[in-house]
């Protein structure tokens, strides 16, 4: 086979392949015009190691993407059975290609690559200089919950989160992270290496080599898991033990006492005041110009518009809405702007032994490196949270047989983890996310209109979520 037959055969696989990967923004549609711009063998032989960045012709324009490409004549078994089907791209002569990170001896030579800091073409590996990478161990556990990104545990000291979307430019998720690091943060999980290339003559970060939390537990299972008992409580009274002594009196217990999560919620809103201080001594901070906040209140305009176009029964709120928008644009008061998360939910922190953790600064994946790079008022990571304790409580409510009678504990629950956390955040920043009303009132309706586009196209049956806080807001 010739090698241009060869690279059109691998062309048609990957276009066959993309569609069926979760990361990949289009899932489930049919691929166009696709092009390998970046070709890099990192290992001859069989097995064979080869770096892809292919470039796809998309609705926004182009997008490119990164596939480590494996091919063998005896791939792993792992390749072979049920859950690995989709790892599996296709077949070149005897060869079978697949996805190399499903393959710990290939996935090993990207860590051996950051430990001996490797330059193969333009891919550069990069070490920290203090890094234990060399220690680590070189057989991988891949992670198969992940979205938008696949990352691989090496042992319980280091976690590689390869990036499969990639983005010209200096890379949020490394910048932050590696910033508050040097800071001596405990807030993040500390960057032990990376690999990166050039695309147009500009970076391009293909890969971040992190410290691994072990023991560590995301603040998302932590709350599902907390709720979960609560409602099984209050559903099947003689189950109270489980989190609270049964009364005396043998009423049932209401349900805004003693609700769990609700002391981790203060706690995470403390970890979240000192990471955003400790953003501030890495990047600065300043004051929003007016030109800057009449732009801004633009751009929320024009998201909502677009919202109501695509989902009509937010329009019944659009108003109430632009209200809000057009109280922040009035606030006499200064807004600061600085480096935030840009992302920030239950399920981007974890709590371990030292305390809450936030990981991917990257922001918000779909959008513009240069938005997410962009300063922003440290309440739109308030908001964010803030709505993600109303996403935990009230998800599990939806198909509930005993959901009406669930509805005031949900709600309850909601209400004091965001208290507690608006508190702990006050704590720390020695000012209370609460007294500053407008402008968090519009970050927070500015994240609802964003999940209701999200939940309409991607999670229709959650569409009450958004759609029942915009009601009430």
């Keep these: 086979m010739t090698e241009t037959v060869a690279e059109a055969v691998m062309q048609d696989m990957l276009a066959q392949w993309l569609p069926r990967q979760r990361w990949f923004p289009g899932r489930g549609t049919a691929v166009g015009k696709l092009g390998i711009i970046s070709d890099v063998p990192l290992l001859a032989g069989d097995p064979q190691l080869r770096h892809l960045v292919i470039e796809i012709q998309q609705t926004g324009g182009p997008a490119r993407f990164q596939v480590l490409v494996g091919s063998s004549s005896e791939p792993p078994p792992a390749i072979g059975n049920p859950a690995g089907s989709d790892a599996v791209i296709g077949r070149l002569a005897d060869l079978t290609v697949y996805d190399a990170l499903h393959d710990p001896e290939l996935a090993a030579v990207l860590l051996r690559g950051i430990a001996g800091q490797r330059r193969a073409g333009p891919l550069r590996f990069v070490r920290e200089p203090t890094a234990p990478v060399a220690d680590l161990p070189a057989d991988g556990r891949l992670l198969a919950t992940e979205q938008s990104n696949t990352s691989l545990v090496f042992g319980d000291a280091a976690i590689l989160k390869v990036l499969r979307r990639l983005f010209a430019g200096a890379n949020p998720d490394l910048e932050v992270a590696d910033a508050l690091a040097r800071l001596g943060s405990d807030r993040v999980a500390a960057p032990f290496g990376w690999i990166e290339t050039e695309l147009d003559g500009e970076p391009v970060l293909l890969a971040v080599l992190s410290e691994f939390l072990a023991g560590a537990h995301e603040g998302w299972s932590l709350a599902l898991q907390s709720l979960s008992r609560l409602y099984t409580r209050l559903g099947s009274y003689g189950h109270e033990y489980l989190t609270m002594p049964v009364p005396r009196n043998g009423a049932r217990p209401e349900a805004g006492v003693g609700l769990p999560f609700v002391g981790d919620a203060r706690e995470l809103g403390l970890a979240t005041a ?154 720390g920043a020695g000012t209370d996310p609460r007294d500053h009303a407008a402008l968090l009132r519009a970050l927070t309706l500015e994240k609802a209109v964003y999940e209701v586009i999200y939940e309409y196209r991607h999670r229709p049956t959650w569409l009450s979520i958004p759609l029942d806080y915009v009601a009430t807001a």
């Excluded at 600061?336 to 998360?341: D, G, T």
């Excluded at 009678?405 to 956390?421: I, N, T, V, Y």
């Design 274 to 427: 000192l990471m955003h201080a400790d953003m501030v001594t890495a990047f600065g901070r300043r004051d929003m110009m007016p030109s800057e906040r009449g732009a801004m209140v633009s751009a929320l305009t024009s998201k909502l518009d677009a919202a109501v176009a695509l989902v009509p029964q937010l329009g019944a709120h659009a108003e109430r809405i632009s209200a809000a928008y057009a109280d922040l644009a009035a606030l006499k008061e200064p807004v600061p702007v600085q480096r935030i998360h840009g992302d920030y939910h239950l399920g981007q922190v974890m709590r371990s032994r030292r305390g809450w953790v936030a990981l991917d600064f990257e922001g918000e994946p779909a959008a513009p490196l240069a938005e997410r790079r962009a300063l922003a008022p440290a309440m739109r990571d308030v908001a964010g949270m803030l709505r993600s304790f109303d996403y935990a409580a009230r998800h599990q409510l939806i198909g509930h047989p005993r959901a009406q009678d669930l509805f005031s504990a949900a709600d309850s629950w909601a209400r004091q983890c965001q208290d507690a956390f608006c508190a702990g955040y006050a704590a």
